[in-house]
């Protein structure tokens, strides 16, 4: 099945039960398949709410197509004094970059409510209160073969992590990532155990 097909695909198991597979190693955790958000900034098309298994972030720049996501990670330990943001590879994934790979990430403070669609307007009142910020850089590691791993910044731990996931337009040009979730590839967040 393609990227974009699998896009569209609703997530299969509820994220809780996805994100209790992880085992601690050494005091660590990381926590992959975080829900997935699509945030849809289309020229001339209203919002719709839609879910991912793909971490596809998009600017089209003179198209004005813009895609951006919102990733959660829901049931992080009390106890949790750590909290980073990475995304790592295994040799056997899907995985594309198209153009500048920079991704720009901001910790927002949640969700709108459950009874809410995620869309470019509910979200960006969690956008204004959101602090913590950072970048991951995609370019040219699609072209690299084996796993690899990638951290990224420290975030505020919480119950529940919520990040808010765009293109870099101001250090890069547009471009796109594309990233299949599973339980070693995509997003991960690590926690200490």
Known sequence: MSLSALSSVAL???????????QCI???KKIFTPELHNIYIYKDVSPFPSTSTILNVMNGSSSGSVQDQVAQWSGIPATATTCTIGWAVT????????????IRYQQLPGLPPADTNVTAETIAPFKEQGAKTGGMDFTFWPEVAGPHVHKGGMLDCGSDITVYLSKDMVNGGPGLVALEQNAQNGLYLEVNC
Request: glycine share 12%; charged share 15%.
């Open 12 to 22: 299969a198991a509820p994220l809780a039960a996805r994100q209790s597979d992880s």
């Open 26 to 28: 050494n005091g660590l």
């Open 91 to 102: 040799a056997d994934r899907s995985f594309s970059v198209y153009g500048n790979g920079l």
